[in-house]
């Protein structure tokens, strides 16, 4: 259980991430911003409290297994990963730069941190099953580790996803454990106009899959469903994450056209005002 003082740790570097995130954008000119800003607290959850990692050895051979599939929103995970040690902050200022380490989709070649190179959508629930399904070749029931996958909804409109769910739910990889951000936003519009999921748990329970359904911004609300997920014996779960895009800024919150846009500066000033309002209240 998550601790009152744990939460507001938690919660305090969530709002620095976010801030980190805003100002990467706003140099970059170009890249997305909802999902990273909506995905900015499971980001934070899993590397400041769940995850089993290791910012001075990120080859360390021990430890979980992250994937992200929908690499779009890799501005949070950068912020993310440099708020928690894996390298500077000051290099955020490089996002989507040329010869940058830090580009517009995660490079495992170029950023050794990040497990698997992602751009594009519904490669990345495959991956993580094979990788699942390697630690139950290779260790079996000693195996330890849990392989995390971040998805997006809009991504389920990929055939390429039901595969992988197909596969890790035929084999019953229980050390696999899928996130889905579940915001209702894509590059168009709302996805619930344009190709609707539901009934999207029950597409997954018809899978062999066990099924979480959570508020993406409840700590105690994920802590508990990860651990839920961890004490499965038969069956890999996905955590169906209700989040909400452009988290923290009220002009970006829920509204799709901040997909894969930018704040300029004027924007980025009130975004970084009111996340930092929001600070003093935690």
């Known amino acids: 259980m998550l601790t009152d003082e744990k939460v507001r740790e938690l919660t305090l570097q969530a709002n620095a991430i976010r801030q980190s995130t805003i100002e990467e954008l706003l140099l970059a000119k170009s890249g997305h911003s909802a999902g990273p800003l909506g995905m900015t607290d499971i980001f934070t959850y899993f590397y400041f409290h769940a995850l089993r990692h290791d910012p001075k050895r990120p080859d360390w051979a021990e430890r979980d297994r992250f994937v992200l599939s929908n690499g779009h929103i890799c501005p949070g995970l950068y912020a993310t990963l440099a708020h928690a040690g894996y390298f500077p902050v ?42 699942a399904l390697a630690d139950k070749m290779d260790y079996g029931a000693t195996a330890t580790r849990h392989i995390y996958c971040f998805i997006s909804d809009g991504e389920l409109q990929e055939g390429n996803s039901w595969e992988g769910i197909m596969f890790a739910g035929k084999y019953k990889l229980n050390n696999l454990i899928t996130v889905i951000d579940y915001n209702n936003i894509q590059i168009e519009g709302l996805v619930s106009d344009i190709m609707p999921l539901e009934p999207l748990a029950d597409k997954w329970k018809s899978f062999n899959w066990h099924v979480i359904e ?44 901040w997909h894969g846009n930018p704040p300029n500066a004027e924007q980025a000033a009130q975004a970084i005002a009111e996340l930092k309002e929001a600070a003093l209240k935690i």
């Open 90 to 131: 000051e290099e955020l200022k490089t996002l989507r730069k040329l010869g940058s380490r830090l580009q517009g989709h995660p490079h495992r070649e170029w950023l050794s941190c990040v497990e698997t190179s992602s751009g594009p959508l519904g490669s990345g629930l495959s991956q993580a099953a094979g990788m």
């Open 214 to 257: 959570v508020d993406g911004h409840d700590f105690r609300a994920i802590d508990e469903a990860v651990e839920q997920a961890k004490s499965m014996s038969a069956q890999p779960t996905v955590i169906i994450a209700h989040t909400i895009p452009g988290k923290g800024v009220s002009y970006m919150e829920r509204n799709y056209k």
